[in-house]
């Protein structure tokens, strides 16, 4: 017998002690992703309902989520996590980014200012 044991600060991996495994033996840790179905068409893009639930409210995504565990798909469970803790970075470095760039655009403004004096002087 074996137990499987889901990480929840690694969502898109499961882990699985064997009984042949000791008490000081590591888990055996995999990465789950979703299967990808290939057809002759290229895959449509996710519907607006779907991407403004991963992107959405906490409640409306913890019952999507809760749907999609239902359906016993670890794979598509794992990149439904995954998909949000990623859009969360993104939006996170995005954040960052317009920051960073507003202090450039006064630095680069306070040096100008700071030539033009020196030019006058």
Known sequence: ??????????PSS????????????????CKIYVTPKYTADPPEPLPHWVHETL??????YTVFLD???SA???????NI????????????YKAQLNCIHSEL????IACDQCKGRLECA
């Open 105 to 108: 655009k006064s630095t680069i």
């Open 81 to 92: 996590m995954w998909y949000r803790d990623l859009n969360e970075h993104v939006i996170h």
């Open 14 to 29: 499961k882990s699985s002690i064997s009984n042949k495994d000791g008490p000081h033996n590591l888990p055996h840790v």
């Open 55 to 60: 992107q959405g409210p906490a409640a409306a």
């Open 67 to 69: 749907v999609v565990k």
């Open 72 to 78: 016993d798909d670890w794979g598509l469970q794992a």
């Open 1 to 10: 017998m074996s137990a499987l044991l889901t990480n929840p600060n690694a």
